[in-house]
């Protein structure tokens, strides 16, 4: 028996904005058969098509450039809390790492002109790109935000997702469980917006 692929709403709504940008609307609208107004409710997630179509339009969207969706599991299974499915999403992982390479660079080429050895071997430990953990967890956030379902955020940047913490410092580290609320145990937090996530993707871009 074939399996039916089922293209969830964040999915489809990432990639009818890639379509919209780089085809057009009125592409998608004769494509589909339908008004503008349809269109751009899509865009907006005020409404979603049938299965059909939204697999149609994932599909469609990944042949026009859409960047593959990336998953975490949440309950030992993915889902659409915890997918990435946005280019810029991805594209906001990538330029922090950016960042921390060329500080990375910076500090070796300083350390290599005042022959510092300990400041090199400081410089050689740097890290040059997030953890999968702390690229999630920006990532998720601006997905969740782009959908208008912003989630609690901590001191650190940490979302949860399910029973685990995306994004928590490591020495603080917390292995999830099915029906845990991390948030019971700290104070510290608040419901992430716009403002927040624009300040922490500037702090780690030194922007």
């Given at each position: 028996?074939?399996?039916?692929?089922r293209?969830s709403?964040?999915?489809?709504?990432?990639?009818?904005?890639?379509?919209?940008?780089e085809?057009?609307i009125?592409?998608?609208?004769?494509?589909?058969?339908v008004?503008r107004?349809?269109?751009q409710?899509?865009?907006?997630?005020?409404s979603?098509?049938?299965?059909?179509?939204?697999?149609?339009?994932?599909?469609?969207?990944?042949?026009?450039?859409?960047p593959?969706?990336?998953?975490?599991?949440?309950?030992?299974?993915?889902?659409?809390?915890?997918?990435?499915?946005r280019?810029?999403?991805?594209?906001?992982v990538?330029?922090?790492n950016r960042?921390?390479?060329?500080?990375?660079d910076?500090?070796?080429?300083?350390?290599?002109?005042?022959?510092?050895q300990?400041?090199?071997?400081?410089a050689?430990?740097l890290p040059?790109?997030?953890?999968?953990?702390?690229a999630?967890?920006?990532a998720?956030?601006?997905?969740r935000?782009?959908s208008?379902?912003?989630?609690?955020v901590g001191p650190?940047?940490?979302i949860q997702?399910?029973?685990?913490i995306?994004?928590?410092p490591i020495?603080?580290e917390?292995?999830?469980?099915r029906?845990?609320?991390?948030?019971?145990?700290?104070?510290?937090?608040?419901?992430d917006?716009w403002a927040?996530?624009?300040?922490?993707?500037?702090?780690?871009t030194?922007?």
């Amino acid at each position: 028996m074939t399996r039916r692929t089922r293209t969830s709403t964040n999915i489809f709504r990432a990639r009818i904005e890639t379509l919209v940008r780089e085809q057009g609307i009125e592409r998608q609208m004769r494509q589909y058969g339908v008004t503008r107004r349809t269109v751009q409710r899509w865009v907006a997630g005020e409404s979603t098509p049938s299965q059909a179509r939204r697999e149609s339009i994932r599909r469609r969207g990944l042949t026009a450039g859409a960047p593959q969706a990336q998953q975490i599991r949440v309950r030992g299974r993915f889902s659409q809390e915890g997918t990435i499915a946005r280019g810029g999403s991805l594209n906001a992982v990538a330029a922090i790492n950016r960042r921390m390479r060329r500080v990375r660079d910076a500090e070796i080429r300083a350390a290599r002109r005042a022959g510092d050895q300990r400041r090199m071997r400081m410089a050689r430990a740097l890290p040059t790109r997030m953890t999968r953990d702390e690229a999630s967890a920006i990532a998720i956030r601006r997905e969740r935000l782009m959908s208008e379902e912003p989630g609690r955020v901590g001191p650190s940047g940490e979302i949860q997702i399910g029973g685990d913490i995306v994004g928590e410092p490591i020495d603080e580290e917390y292995e999830g469980e099915r029906g845990y609320d991390y948030w019971d145990e700290i104070d510290d937090y608040d419901v992430d917006d716009w403002a927040a996530w624009r300040a922490d993707y500037a702090e780690a871009t030194g922007t």
